[in-house]
């Protein structure tokens, strides 16, 4: 039997990052040792006292049914903390979960979009942003973000025709890989251009509570007309360490709200009561740990960024997200290339920029998922690189 896949199947090919974890299996193998900053996993555990609760909640029957919805106590604690943490206001219609933010992202177009309807990512940006709108038949235009405008939307370079076709646009900040943070100004200067041309906003706040060097972090919901026009994806992955629960949740405007839920009650049974509880326990509980987590996120980026630049590889300080964006040293062709040669000759594996679209390209993304002494044993094995073969910065 020949089986005649889809070409949104066929459309997903192996890619670098099949290359690399090849790579990097093989070399462990080989007994060298392997500083892996590839992939934005926590290595932090979760509170204590959310893992009791899990533990509490897997151990009672009532809780492995089907959920159908989120419990009121849920709702109750997402709105308390947007209330205390953001000074938002949410109604009880206004929220929903969802398996996580790529699942949202992968399916929200899906609410507002018929097939060929415009949708606008960042360029560069997280890979999801993209791929969600063309698993759901939407077109895609890119709005580029330049570094020398510090990789913000130039929201006025985008044409009339264009904002008037547009359906929807997707915004993150800090944003994944750039490591750039936006400040309110330009999220009023966001709702004016959605109102502007009827344009649904949805953004992507994974990463409000890893900020640097003083930044605090918020919410698109606190500007004010956001619900108007637009959604926000809020996880608990990176915050609270629950990335394998796959606990997110979108939040907003209360019509797209009630359609989302719609469409995804097609095809889901609701989160399960396990995670829900657990989501509770980190929201509700103390929050010291979050303070302290960011602490040590500063301090590995201030590892690896004070070490790169004393070694002459000039790359930025990032402002938000568990992420480093470094530019690839000049001599080599592009950024898979550089990255394939770094893990052979280093052990160090990270992301290449050509993952987040064609700007990402001559850049690399460090993850900051080893503590500070291990980043600092890789940027020596980059330095020894570096002097050994000369690589021009």
Known sequence: MEIQYSEKAKFFKPNIFNILNERKAKIAQKGVKV????????????????????????LDPENYKYSLTDTQELKDAVKNWYDRRYDVTLNDDEIMSINGSQEGFAHVAMTVCNPGDLVLVPNPGYPIFEVGPYLNDASIDYYELDPDNHYMPMLDKISEEKAQRAKMIVVSYPLNPTCTCADKAFYEKLVEFAKKYNILVVHDNAYSEIEYDGRRGFSFLSIPGAKDVGIEFNSLSKTY??????????????????????????????????????AVAALNGPQDGVVKQQAQYQSRRDALCDGLNAIGWKVPYSEGTMFVWAPVPKQFKNSDEFCIQMLENTGVVCTPGSAFGSLGENHVRFALVLNENLIKEA????????????IEL
């Open 35 to 58: 500083y892996d900053l590839f992939v934005g996993t926590p290595d932090f555990p979760p509170a204590e006292h959310v893992m009791k609760v899990v533990q509490e909640a897997a």
């Open 241 to 278: 360490n629950l990335t394998g629960l796959r606990i997110s949740f979108a939040l907003g405007n209360a019509d797209v709200i009630k359609h989302f839920k719609t469409i995804r009650s097609q095809f889901d049974y609701g989160t399960s009561y396990i995670v829900q509880k657990a």
């Open 379 to 390: 940027v020596e094995k980059i330095k020894e690189w570096f002097e050994k073969e000369n």
